[in-house]
């Protein structure tokens, strides 16, 4: 019997319960990895809606996106005095830099408390193809999830904050990507997808 064999024989527990755990961390290495290598990037671009945290500052008008005969709208609506004046933003998620940004909507200057609501066609978006279901066509779907932090020791001094995370998941695979400053750094609620963007390759093509 060789030497090494009669060590294994005499510690098979200690190599046992040192080998395991790297073979579980190695699996569920693998298994992680193994969507980035066979699940392709997203094709298509993705609205999303956030909402503001809540500022006095800004004027008393909520702000809502929809899609409707294959246009993105956004519609206005005073809000009382007394109300909350939080609205939601537009943001664009592109898939060929894999970055997101606002998509600014210019506010009405005379929709007072009172008036009825008022819906204007984005213009930004003017003659791009919407696509309004959860799942774009390659499989991908948005998911969000709140994260806080600094943890701990940034409660105790004061510097607690919550950041939005957007994911973007097909079959195992996750794009994580950010809104941009300064959304990134105060509390939104979660965001949503309100459509899909087929990008102009893709037309006549599905």
Known sequence: MTPGRGFL???????AAVSLPLVVVAFFLASSSIPRWF???????????????YNQTIPRITVDFDVRDGKVEATFRP?????????????LFDHTTMNAREIPVDLPDNLVEGNPPRTIVVNALAGREVLTQAKAPD???LESRSQRGPGIVGELFGMNRYNSEALL????RVIQFELPTPFRNVYLSPVSAVAWLVPELNKGQR
């Open 9 to 15: 024989r005499d510690n098979l527990f200690l190599v």
């Open 39 to 53: 699940v392709p990037p997203p094709a298509y671009d993705l609205l999303i809606r956030g909402t503001d945290a």
């Open 79 to 91: 809000v009382s005095a007394n109300s909350y004046a939080g609205r939601s933003r537009l943001f």
């Open 139 to 141: 499989g991908y779907q």
């Open 169 to 172: 998941v097909n079959k195992g």
